[in-house]
């Protein structure tokens, strides 16, 4: 069964930092891209950084970028978002998704995880 496991969310003050995981099973990460995105409540679904399979190019978007960083372990089956410096507009549901193409576009993803919250509170 091919599966997306999203964790590490949490409440975080504003300024701190999360490291997201996203683990993967039933199949093999090394030959997808890995999208993470993040949805709050009564918006849409945006794109937040993506990371290719083979020459492992990132891609952020504005608002994070300087922030976040992507990264990948394929002996571990794992793609981390570490987020620094979190603002409250940062709070949000995340997920991470694996596609063919490593876009910050959410229709390009084949498989989902369910999420993991992310509250930015003081």
């Known amino acids: 069964q091919v599966q997306l496991v999203e964790s590490g969310g949490g409440l975080v003050q504003p300024g701190g930092s999360l490291r997201l995981s996203c683990a993967a099973s039933g199949f093999t990460l090394d030959y997808y891209a890995i999208g993470w995105f993040r949805q709050a409540p009564g918006k849409r679904r945006e794109g937040v950084s993506c990371?290719?399979?083979?020459?492992?190019?990132?891609d952020y978007a504005d608002s994070v970028k300087g922030r976040f960083t992507i990264s990948r372990d394929n002996a571990d089956n794992t793609v981390y978002l570490q987020m620094n410096s979190l603002k409250p507009e940062d709070t949000a549901v995340y997920y991470c998704?694996?596609?063919?193409?490593?876009?910050?576009?959410?229709?390009?993803?084949?498989?989902w995880g369910q999420g993991t919250q992310v509250t930015v509170s003081s």
């Open positions: 998704a694996a596609g063919l193409i490593a876009t910050l576009f959410p229709t390009e993803y084949d498989y």
């Open positions: 990371i290719s399979s083979r020459e492992q190019t990132t």
